[in-house]
């Protein structure tokens, strides 16, 4: 906390949008305590509000970028071949998930931005599928500037208060980790239970 608010101070506005950059791709602290105190700190007038937002959402889309990237680098035939090794995964898992993501890819990026946890991962099989550049810029830095502009007002309407949300949303981010876990857990038994069949 004390290094984000020294960012700011020291930056202004780019700062909070370089910490929610480094956020995307290494999340030490995550944007539910960034965006919240950059909305506290326009408050007091040491940014703008309307910067804070539009530099967050830059912030966030080089972020992705970084992870679009690697997940462009890794290719379809990379990680088909990758997953293709993995205990209870297939190649045609990858190629089944993959014309999922064509299909529903402009959603999923939209409203991934939107999920913790999701918001940075989304990226990667974004970047895999070969989802085009443009369009997911576009969708990315749409649903960061909804997720971004809602935790910024917050922070700056709650003032003093603003570390509840942090309170709160790390509930959902907990239930997201969870869900995932379920679901890896559901995938696994699953596929047991087809071989020994």
Do not use: C
């Amino acid at each position: 906390m004390e290094w984000i608010t020294a960012l700011m101070e020291a930056l202004g506005s780019p700062g909070a949008g370089l910490a929610v950059a480094l956020e995307n791709v290494f999340p030490p602290v995550p944007s539910e305590v960034i965006l919240p105190l950059a909305g506290f700190t326009a408050t007091q007038g040491r940014i703008s509000l309307v910067a804070a937002i539009l530099w967050t959402t830059a912030g966030s889309v080089a972020g992705a970028l970084v992870l679009y990237f690697l997940g462009s680098w890794l290719g379809l035939d990379r990680t088909r071949r990758l997953f293709g090794k993995l205990p209870f995964v297939s190649e045609s898992d990858v190629d089944k998930a993959d014309a999922w993501f064509d299909k529903h890819g402009n959603a999923a990026v939209f409203l991934g931005r939107m999920v913790p946890v999701v918001r940075s991962l989304i990226s990667i099989p974004a970047g895999v599928s070969g989802m085009p550049i443009a369009r997911f810029t576009l969708y990315t830095a749409a649903g960061s500037l909804v997720w971004n502009s809602a935790l910024i007002l917050a922070g700056y309407f709650l003032g003093e208060n603003y570390s509840v949300i942090d309170r709160y949303l790390g509930w959902v981010s907990t239930a997201v980790l969870a869900a995932l876990a379920i679901a890896i857990v559901w995938f696994v038994v699953s596929r047991l239970k087809a071989r020994r069949s």
